[in-house]
């Protein structure tokens, strides 16, 4: 079965960037759905972003759009997610997610099949 490994989190001051990779192995990445996910201390993991096949034009949660983006680089079975003009509220462990299964809800973690270990992304001053 797929396995999903994330990197690239870390501490970063308000405002500044980061970029997530999720590299899969064991299997293709996503026949249906990809997705970042990332949960808070005591809150519940949220989505963040999507990917649904075929359509490949990635979804984004609210608080999410115009500051992160989501891509994938199929020849290294690769997905990133950019996060630009990050806040305080963005700190959390980050998540990335696939499922061969079709995602009628793509931004619920209860649709994914396999997930990362998570990379925390802690932004701070």
């Known amino acids: 079965q797929v396995q999903l490994v994330e990197s690239g989190g870390g501490l970063v001051q308000p405002g500044g960037s980061l970029r997530l990779s999720c590299s899969a192995s064991g299997g293709t990445l996503g026949y249906y759905a990809l997705g970042w996910f990332r949960q808070a201390p005591g809150k519940e993991r949220e989505g963040v972003s999507s990917?649904?096949?075929?359509?490949?034009?990635?979804i984004y949660t609210d608080s999410a759009k115009g500051r992160f983006t989501m891509s994938r680089d199929n020849k290294k079975n690769t997905m990133y997610l950019q996060m630009s003009n990050l806040r305080p509220e963005d700190t959390a462990v980050y998540y990335c997610a696939t499922t061969s299964r079709a995602a009628a809800t793509p931004l619920s973690p209860t649709e994914y099949d396999f997930w990362g270990q998570g990379t925390q992304v802690t932004v701070s001053s």
């Open positions: 990917i649904i096949e075929p359509y490949d034009r990635p």
